[in-house]
C-alpha cells in the first residue's frame, strides 16, 4: 500500500500544479474547481493509503527482490452476493429522476433508498450471512 499512497500523492501535485496552470489560463471557473476537487481526492486517497501502510503488515508489492507467489493466499473479506446494491441503485435513479422531472418522484425513492440503506449495513446481522 506505500507504493499506491505515493503515487496518489504524487498525482495530487500533479492535478494542483494543473489546476493552477489552468486556471491561471483559461479563467474558466468549473474546470478549475473540478481539476481543484480532482486534486483534494486524489489527497484523501493518497494520505489514506500512506497512513494506512504504516499500520499493516508489508505486502509483495513493497519488497522489490518479492516473487509472484509471495502475494498468494487469503487477501481479505470479501461479501457475498447481495440484492441491496440493486436497491440502492434503483433508489438513486429514481431520486435522480426526481431532481429532473419533479419532487414528487422523491416519495417513491426514499423507501426504497431506505430498504436498500438498511438491507446493506444490517446484512450481517440476520439471514443466512449473520455472524454467531
Known amino acids: 500500500m506505500k507504493v499506491q499512497g505515493h503515487i496518489f500523492l504524487w498525482l495530487a501535485l500533479f492535478f494542483l500544479a494543473t489546476c493552477a496552470v489552468y486556471g491561471l489560463w483559461s479563467k474558466e471557473p468549473v474546470g478549475t474547481t473540478a481539476l481543484f476537487l480532482t486534486f483534494g481526492l486524489c489527497l484523501m486517497v493518497g494520505f489514506y493509503l500512506a497512513f494506512t501502510a504504516r ?3 508489508t505486502g509483495a508489492q513493497d519488497n522489490e527482490t518479492a516473487d ?7 487477501l481479505g473479506f470479501f461479501s457475498p452476493h447481495s ?5 440502492l441503485g434503483i433508489g438513486s435513479a429514481l431520486a435522480f429522476l426526481g431532481v ?3 419532487w414528487w418522484l422523491l416519495y417513491f425513492s426514499l423507501p426504497i433508498l431506505l430498504i436498500g ?5 444490517f446484512e450481517y446481522y440476520r439471514g443466512e450471512n449473520a455472524t454467531q
Open 117 to 121: 440503506l438498511f438491507g446493506w449495513v
Open 55 to 57: 499500520r499493516v503488515d
Open 83 to 87: 440484492w441491496q446494491p440493486l436497491a
Open 68 to 74: 509472484v507467489a509471495d502475494d498468494a493466499g487469503e
Open 100 to 102: 429532473v422531472f419533479g
